[in-house]
């Protein structure tokens, strides 16, 4: 049977257990305050913390909210920097299921006003640090050819459109560029239906018609295994990111008016003047040279393209070199040189001053790839001479 404990007793025993119990309280509200207290520092270092971007729309407008009717706080144009606070994905007024992704910014203007402006229209710092890294390990590359967009289309970040983590912004249809290298990649057969690739709004799906895909599948001439893309250097006033990638079915090549009539049943993939100080290169780098009518003296790449066969991965960049000389005296053109049929790869290098120059390109031969430097000068006559490689001269003999 239990020991019923005296009144006295259990008073004594409750008044020594009060200032443990009002200790562990304390504790308890210590800790909780504790843990409030890095909580919100935690939240206020997130919401504290900021990054830059660059606008890459040629305006856009800081709104006072995400909302449809909400109020212009400031215009912002390319190239312009801003400083984002925060992100936030808001639905689409035009469709429900899909997203916008809208940044809030703070302007650099004398009121440093702050807003929202949707993501689209900037590039992040470090989107932009990629773009100028890519940049600065091809400032050595000279201009291969020029193009310009026939429609809108992504700039990317690498050869791929399997997803839109890559894209640094859309450019607009008619935008031109130098073009520094090339690649083929196996054809993507995902989430767009069609081949080209404009750029989405941030934060949406895209979406699949079926029946451009059908089209596609009927037509002989998508039944392609592989697809394009160029490596393109852009000048300041199209892009803020000097250099990235664009799917090769939007480029149109802008061959210049000096030497487009003399393409016999191949087609121009690589051009450069003969004719201009390659000393230093870097005063043509955000040159438009598709604009460049003056008649000169060119060295070109030609490739063929049959009809019926399919494209592959590591197939040749040129098969044909083509060294094409100009007359001042009789303001015509004539062919200096011309190669037989070759096994050709990028980069074209051209080097030297004056009438004295060298140009190299890569070609198989026998024993493998190999870089092969052809000679340019002038003879007696001023008439401009091309010596090839040895390697080519015993090719042609045999």
């Not at 894209?167 to 057969?189: N, P, T």
């Not at 000097?242 to 000096?258: A, C, N, R």
């Not at 016999?264 to 598709?290: H, M, P, Q």
Request: charged share 30%.
């Amino acid at each position: 049977m239990q020991r019923r404990m005296p009144p006295g007793e259990l008073k004594r025993r409750a008044e020594s257990e009060l200032p443990m119990r009002k200790f562990e309280t304390h504790l308890w509200l210590t800790l909780l305050v504790l843990a409030a207290a890095l909580l919100a520092a935690g939240c206020t270092a997130i919401a504290g913390h900021t990054s830059t971007g660059v606008v890459v729309a040629r305006s856009a407008q800081i709104r006072s909210s995400t909302a449809v009717v909400a109020a212009d706080l400031l215009e912002v144009n390319r190239g312009d920097t801003i400083d984002i606070l925060d992100t936030q994905d808001v639905p689409d007024p035009s469709d429900n299921s899909k997203k916008e992704r809208w940044y809030r910014v703070r302007g650099r203007d004398a009121d440093n006003t702050e807003g929202w402006i949707e993501a689209r229209n900037i590039m992040p710092d470090d989107v932009l640090a990629k773009s100028r890294k890519l940049s600065d390990e091809d400032k050595d590359l000279q201009s291969q050819a020029t193009g310009q967009l026939h429609a809108g289309s992504n700039l990317r970040l690498s050869p791929d459109r399997t997803n839109n983590e890559n894209i640094m912004m859309r450019l607009d249809s008619g935008s031109s560029f130098e073009i520094i290298g090339w690649k083929r990649v196996a054809k993507f057969k995902g989430a767009e239906g069609s081949e080209s690739d404009t750029a989405p709004k941030a934060g949406t799906a895209a979406s699949n018609n079926k029946k451009i895909q059908q089209e596609d599948e009927d037509n002989p001439e998508e039944q392609e295994t592989t697809e394009l893309w160029y490596k393109v250097r852009l000048s300041p006033s199209i892009s803020p990111a000097p250099e990235g990638w664009i799917f090769g079915k939007q480029v149109e090549l802008t061959v210049p008016s000096d030497i487009i009539y003399y393409r016999t049943g191949r087609e121009f993939v690589a051009w450069r003047r003969l004719d201009e100080d390659t000393s230093d290169d870097s005063s043509t780098k955000t040159k438009d040279v598709a604009k460049d009518t003056r008649p000169g003296s060119w060295v070109i790449l030609e490739k063929s393209n049959p009809k019926d066969e399919p494209h592959k991965i590591d197939e040749p960049d040129f098969d044909r070199i083509y060294v094409l000389g100009y007359e001042k005296h009789d303001q015509d053109h004539y062919t200096a040189y011309r190669s037989q049929d070759v096994e050709g790869y990028l980069p074209l290098r051209i080097e030297g001053k004056g009438a004295n120059k060298t140009f190299t390109v890569r070609v198989k031969d026998s024993s493998g790839v190999k870089d092969m430097t052809f000679k340019i000068y002038r003879d007696d006559h001023g008439v401009m001479r091309c010596t090839p490689p040895d390697e080519m001269k015993a090719a042609r003999k045999r």
